[in-house]
């Protein structure tokens, strides 16, 4: 079905701009914006813009809440999980590719109202709700439906996302979220351009925004690709501008990289690339800094800031070990640790759980 959509206005030359992200795509009568699920309408609906994806998605799963990757926002939950079609941004190394990439319908597979995908979260024991797979900025108007209809029944809503909006669409977007992990692609715009069909300065001020302008708990991710943005200058410059920007309390994943879609002539990231990266953030002076997408407990633990005491130990998405206080408090020193947390009871683990919902919108 299409759904009326939101954030455009019609130019002199009767085109249709979306003032959704900054690509700012100007739509004849019937086309497609690059993101492809969102569409200026012909006939009685030329002067519409149409969002083809509300209801319908790629296909629902319950995963571990540190798969977003989340590791401060109430570890060892489950969260219900699930993306749409198409995709903002133009990344070579795209990992979802056969999703964010689609350009066939039939790849949305399931469908289900705001409501239902409510129900399903509460019905699986999730404690939120995550927009992922490819990026929620593209269908947000589904997304904010659904975070109403989570919070009417006490569930959290999660976004993982490029942070590529525009400033009022991010404002309405994150009044509706809870937490969101935003991947920071690299630290030049030479990177944004030539591999993600974008520009950086969108993204650094999506997290300002959300660091001084909401109270959304978020995490940043950067994929380490060798030879592209995984160098010292570059890796030092993005900590240095966190540290400054965002604070040292905001929590940091560096993840490895394998060979996808247009970019299978680079070799996977090594290890100890990550661990190079972890060191130089933690000189910077960030206190939350993870590796991913690898074995390694030590640069997957939360250590305490105030005396170093390992609090979560982690081994990728499992929980060892945990100690945290239910108020977010190291036991040993009282030190706050940033973040959401709760009593904790046991965790869901690694699992990935597929779940149809199957409900007509």
Request: hydrophobic share 35%; aromatic share 10%.
């Amino acid at each position: 079905m299409t759904y009326p959509g939101r954030w455009w206005h019609l130019l002199d030359d009767g085109r249709m701009q979306c003032d959704l992200c900054p690509r700012d795509c100007r739509l004849h009568e019937g086309q497609r914006g690059a993101c492809f699920v969102r569409q200026r309408g012909s006939g009685e609906t030329r002067d519409q813009m149409l969002l083809t994806t509300y209801g319908r998605s790629s296909g629902f799963c319950i995963d571990p809440i540190e798969k977003k990757p989340l590791n401060h926002y109430y570890p060892g939950s489950s969260v219900l999980s699930f993306g749409t079609a198409g995709c903002n941004l133009a990344c070579k190394f795209c990992q979802n590719w056969d999703i964010s990439k689609s350009r066939e319908m039939d790849t949305l597979m399931d469908q289900a109202s705001p409501e239902a995908v409510a129900q399903a979260a509460i019905d699986s024991g999730c404690k939120s709700v995550a927009f992922t797979y490819n990026d929620p900025v593209i269908f947000a108007e589904y997304a904010m439906d659904i975070a109403d209809a989570c919070h009417a029944r006490g569930i959290k809503t999660v976004s993982v996302t490029a942070g590529y909006m525009h400033d009022q669409p991010r404002r309405e977007f994150y009044t509706k979220m809870d937490a969101a992990n935003v991947d920071l692609k690299g630290f030049t715009d030479e990177f944004y351009v030539k591999l993600c069909g974008a520009h950086l300065n969108p993204v650094l001020d999506t997290l300002v925004y959300l660091k001084h302008g909401t109270d959304v708990w978020f995490e940043i991710t950067t994929l380490l690709i060798p030879g592209k943005n995984d160098s010292n200058e570059e890796i030092t410059a993005e900590c240095k501008w966190i540290a400054r920007e965002v604070g040292l309390d905001v929590p940091l994943h560096f993840t490895a990289f394998h060979p996808d879609f247009k970019m299978m002539d680079i070799s996977r990231t090594p290890p100890a690339t990550l661990t190079r990266a972890r060191k130089i953030a933690l000189g910077e002076g960030l206190q939350y800094v993870f590796t991913g997408n690898v074995h390694d407990t030590t640069s997957g633990t939360t250590y305490c800031p105030g005396c170093q005491q390992p609090l979560v130990v982690r081994d990728w998405y499992e929980i060892e070990s945990y100690d945290v206080t239910p108020d977010g408090k190291c036991p040993q020193c009282a030190t706050a640790i940033a973040g959401a947390f709760e009593s904790f009871h046991g965790q869901f683990g690694r699992r990935r759980i597929p779940l149809a919902i199957h409900r007509p919108v």
